[in-house]
């Protein structure tokens, strides 16, 4: 996927300012599968992706005079925020992100081993086993691996305890690394 750096980047960021059409459908050829992507990290349901990722494309273009051009990536960082703020509201306003208790052992159970290795792994595999997640791992390991947030800001950004951040976030890795031991495992041929 090629995206527009530099120049390129900041003369796109302000035909959108503008409100060039054009501007608009080269805004979308170069983002929208990217974007889409983004939103389906923490959005598990393929309709309500769809409406998640349509409202923060309205989102983006109806604010695109708020964003400023601050270097090469900038308008990139700035959409891909957009489109992960969008997924967080829709999830607290549709109560998708439940926590598991911690009383509840599911993650629990895989012994702390060293983590499996991802390189043989597909993309398209390791994004569906994080899509399966529980909606409160899912999104606590989505802002902590993908878009760097400790979990203090986490708790803050779900409006959840620290612990219950670090917490959802261990078990979700746990949880991966069993569906990755499994998936590698059917893939072995029989003896």
Known sequence: MRFFIGDKEE????????????????FYTLYADYLAGVCARYIADDEDLKDVFQDA??????????????GAGSLQAWATKT?????????RKKH??????????VADEVEEDEDPSISDLPPEVLHQMIRELPAG?????????????????IAQLL???????CSQFSRAKNLL????K??????????
């Open 11 to 26: 003369r796109l960021a302000r035909r959108l300012q503008s409100g060039e059409n054009a501007a608009l459908k080269d």
């Open 57 to 70: 494309m309205v989102n983006i273009i109806s604010h695109i005079r708020d964003f400023q051009y601050r």
């Open 83 to 91: 489109a992960v703020n969008q997924s967080l509201r829709f999830l």
């Open 96 to 105: 998708h992100t439940e926590f598991t208790p911690l009383d509840r052992d």
């Open 137 to 153: 791992y899912r999104s606590v390991f989505n802002l902590y691996v993908f878009e760097n947030k400790s979990h203090q800001e």
């Open 159 to 165: 409006g959840i305890k620290t612990g219950t951040s």
């Open 177 to 180: 690394a069993k569906k990755i």
């Open 182 to 191: 499994a998936y590698y495992q059917s893939k072995q041929p029989p003896r």
